[in-house]
């Protein structure tokens, strides 16, 4: 049964941090690209960042650049986004997914707000 728990939101004033975590199960982890997307209310979901299988790369959304570092731990099939100097428009529901190919998985996702 493949699972992917996101976990690490809640709220934070601007110019805060957090980090989220994205624990994963019933799939070959390695093999995957992780990826984080968020979703703001009335909004659709946009893509964050990427973290390539086997560890070869990280993309991320302009939005986030120099802000958001993901990255992967494959001993513990987990996926993490480190999110730094935060603003209320990074406010939205954070999910993380799993794809390979045609394959996607999806987590259930994490509150992030950011106000004051």
């Known amino acids: 049964q493949v699972q992917l728990v996101e976990s690490g939101g809640g709220l934070v004033q601007p110019g805060g941090s957090l980090r989220l975590s994205c624990a994963t199960s019933?799939?070959?982890?390695?093999?995957?690209?992780m990826n984080w997307y968020r979703q703001a209310p009335g909004k659709e979901r946009e893509w964050v960042a990427r973290a390539s299988s086997f560890g070869g790369s990280t993309n991320y959304a302009d939005s986030v650049k120099g802000r958001f570092t993901i990255s992967r731990d494959s001993a513990k099939n987990t996926v993490y986004l480190q999110m730094n100097s935060l603003k209320p428009e990074d406010t939205g529901v954070y999910y993380c997914?799993?794809?390979?190919?045609?394959?996607?998985?999806w987590g259930q996702g994490t509150q992030v707000t950011v106000s004051s």
């Open positions: 019933g799939f070959t982890f390695s093999s995957y690209d």
């Open positions: 997914n799993a794809r390979r190919w045609s394959v996607a998985y």
